[in-house]
C-alpha cells in the first residue's frame, strides 16, 4: 500500500506533535530518509514488515534521491501490509536532518522511529525500542552502539571507526550535561514519543538529527538500547568532506549560536588566509625584492581571494542566491581591501616607527582589522533579507 505526496507539499500541524485532535491506532511511524537508496528497499520492507504489526505501524519514507529511488519504493510498496507513504522533496533544505524533520511533521504514530534505510540499522531492534519506552516511560529511546551489548563492527575500516570515535568524544565534550545520558549521540537509531517532539524548535542541518533533538527540545527521559551495527546492504556511503564540514558548523550553531559560531568560522577562514597572506609577502619581499608596503598590498589582494572562496562556499553557501557571484565577490574584494586604507599606515609605522619586522607588523594589522570586516560581512554582504508577511 503505497500514498504518493508531491514534492511541494509540506504538512502543517498546530501546536506540539503528539497532541492530536484524535486518538491514533497507530503505534509508530518508521521515517526513513533516503538518497540513492534503490538497492536496499525491497529487503527493508519485508524485514520491517516481518518485524512490525502491519495494523499498528506506518512507513514514512521522505526522499532527496536523484535517482529511481520514489518509484522502486512504489513499487515495492505494493506488496508490503505496511501503509508506505513516499515524500519526495526537490530541494533536499537540511540534508538528511531535514528529511527527517519533514517526516516528524508527517507522522501520525504515538512514537517516532528514525533509522537509515542501508540496513545498517537492524529492522528487528524496532520493536525492542517502542517496548523499552513503554516500559520505562521515556520519551527518547536511543539505538546505541556503545551501551553494554552493543557493537559498531559495521564500521567500515579503521578510518571510519577513528572518524565515528573522534566525533563522539568531541560531541559528548561539548556538549557533556545534555548528553550525559546518551552513550551515542551519533546514533541514527532512536524513538521519541510524538507527544515530547517539539518539531518547531529543530534545526536540522546534516546528518546529526538525534544530537540536535536532545540539545533543543531536551527531552525529559532518556533510554538506550544496545545493538549491533550492521554493514551496509548495498550501495554506497553517504559519508563525505562535505558532510564533515556540515557537521562542524553544526556543532557551532549549537554551542555557540548562529552569529557567534559564524564570528567562529569567519575567524578560522581569516586564520587560514594568514598562510597565503603571510607566504606572498616573504616572497615578493625577500625573494623579488619588492617593497614592503606595495608587496602587502599584492599580497592581500591573494589573501582576499582565498578567503572568498572559502566564505562563499563554506560560510554563506545558504545566503547566496539573492546576490550574484560578481555582486558578492566585488563587494567582497572591496572591503578585503579597504582596510588597506588603515593597514598600510599602521604597517608603515610599525615597521619604520616601532622597527618591528615585516612579516610580524603585517600580521598585527591583520589581527586589528578582522573584527571590522566580519561585522561587516555578515551584516552588509551576506546579511538574510526580512521575510515579507503575506495578508491573510
Wanted: net charge positive.
Amino acid at each position: 500500500m503505497t500514498v504518493t505526496l508531491p514534492g511541494k507539499v509540506r504538512a502543517r500541524m498546530r501546536g506540539t506533535i503528539g497532541e492530536l485532535p484524535v486518538r491514533t491506532a497507530l503505534t509508530q511511524t518508521i521515517v526513513v530518509p533516503t538518497f540513492n537508496e534503490r538497492d536496499n528497499i525491497t529487503t527493508l520492507l519485508d524485514r520491517l514488515a516481518a518485524a512490525l504489526p502491519a495494523d499498528r505501524t506506518e512507513i514514512v519514507f521522505v526522499d532527496d534521491s536523484t535517482d529511481d529511488t520514489p518509484e522502486v519504493i512504489r513499487a515495492a510498496a505494493r506488496h508490503c501490509p505496511i501503509p508506505v507513504t513516499v515524500h519526495h522533496r526537490e530541494d533536499g533544505i537540511g540534508g538528511l536532518g531535514g528529511a527527517v524533520v519533514e517526516g516528524m511533521r508527517l507522522a501520525r504514530g504515538e512514537w517516532v522511529v528514525v533509522m537509515d534505510a542501508d540496513l545498517q540499522h537492524p529492522p528487528e531492534v524496532v520493536p525492542d525500542l517502542i517496548r523499552a519506552g513503554a516500559r520505562d516511560g521515556a520519551d527518547l529511546v536511543v539505538g546505541s552502539r556503545y551501551a553494554g551489548g552493543g557493537t559498531r563492527d559495521g564500521l567500515a575500516g579503521g578510518y571510519r571507526r577513528l572518524v565515528s570515535g573522534g566525533s563522539t568524544a568531541v560531541t559528548k565534550l561539548i556538549f557533556r550535561n545534555s548528553l550525559s545520558r546518551v552513550s551515542d549521540p551519533m546514533s541514527g537509531l532512536f524513538a521519541i514519543r510524538t507527544s515530547s517532539l517539539e518539531v518547531d524548535e529543530l534545526r536540522p542541518l546534516g546528518y546529526k538529527i538525534l544530537l540536535e533533538l536532545v540539545v533543543r527540545n531536551r527531552p525529559g527521559r532518556i533510554v538506550e538500547v544496545p545493538y549491533a551495527f550492521q554493514p551496509r546492504h548495498a550501495g554506497e556511503s553517504k559519508s563525505s568532506l562535505a558532510e564533515g564540514i556540515r557537521f562542524v558548523k553544526h556543532l557551532g550553531l549549537l554551542r555557540f549560536g548562529a552569529q557567534r559560531s559564524r564570528m567562529l568560522l569567519f575567524g578560522l577562514i581569516g586564520l587560514s588566509g594568514l598562510l597565503p597572506n603571510q607566504a606572498a609577502l616573504w616572497a615578493l619581499h625577500e625573494l623579488a625584492g619588492v617593497h614592503y608596503l606595495p608587496a602587502a598590498v599584492l599580497a592581500n589582494m591573494l589573501a582576499v581571494g582565498w578567503n572568498f572562496a572559502l566564505t562563499d562556499t563554506l560560510l554563506y553557501r545558504s545566503r547566496r542566491s539573492h546576490r550574484s557571484f560578481w555582486g558578492r565577490f566585488s563587494r567582497f574584494f572591496l572591503l578585503g581591501n579597504a582596510d588597506l586604507l588603515l593597514r598600510i599606515p599602521l604597517l608603515a609605522l610599525l615597521v619604520g616607527g616601532l622597527h618591528l619586522g615585516v612579516l610580524g607588523a603585517n600580521l598585527v594589522t591583520l589581527v586589528i582589522s578582522f573584527v571590522a570586516r566580519f561585522l561587516i560581512s555578515d551584516k552588509v554582504i551576506y546579511r538574510t533579507r526580512a521575510l515579507r508577511t503575506v495578508p491573510a
